[in-house]
């Protein structure tokens, strides 16, 4: 499984959102790998209730390439406000 830590919660608890299968999982902060901040996507692997998670750097680059392109893409588009300035 693919997630991103979304947000903090009250409590030291680490929000982890995992897109494909639409759910969270909240883990203590403390459990994640060194390094971990909000954005940050992991690979995660579930055996008998307990999660394995590493850290996915790569992902976190392709989603943030992604974003760059999006974003470069609908400045490109725009033509600036339809409305005459004074």
């Known amino acids: ?5 979304d947000r903090m919660e009250d409590g ?6 995992l897109e494909e299968q639409g ?3 909240i883990v203590p902060f403390k459990e994640l790998p060194h390094g971990s901040a909000i954005g ?5 692997y579930e055996e008998d209730g307990d999660f394995s998670i ?3 750097e790569a ?3 392709h989603k ?8 470069g893409n609908l400045r ?3 033509s600036g406000s339809k409305y005459k300035r004074d």
Do not use: C, H, N, P
């Open 76 to 78: 490109m588009k725009s």
């Open 59 to 61: 992902e976190r680059q």
């Open 1 to 5: 499984m693919k997630g991103y830590l």
């Open 23 to 25: 759910f969270e999982i």
């Open 40 to 44: 940050s996507w992991f690979r995660i």
């Open 12 to 17: 030291g608890k680490a929000v982890i959102l």
């Open 54 to 56: 590493l850290l996915d």
């Open 64 to 71: 943030e390439q992604l974003a760059d392109e999006l974003t």
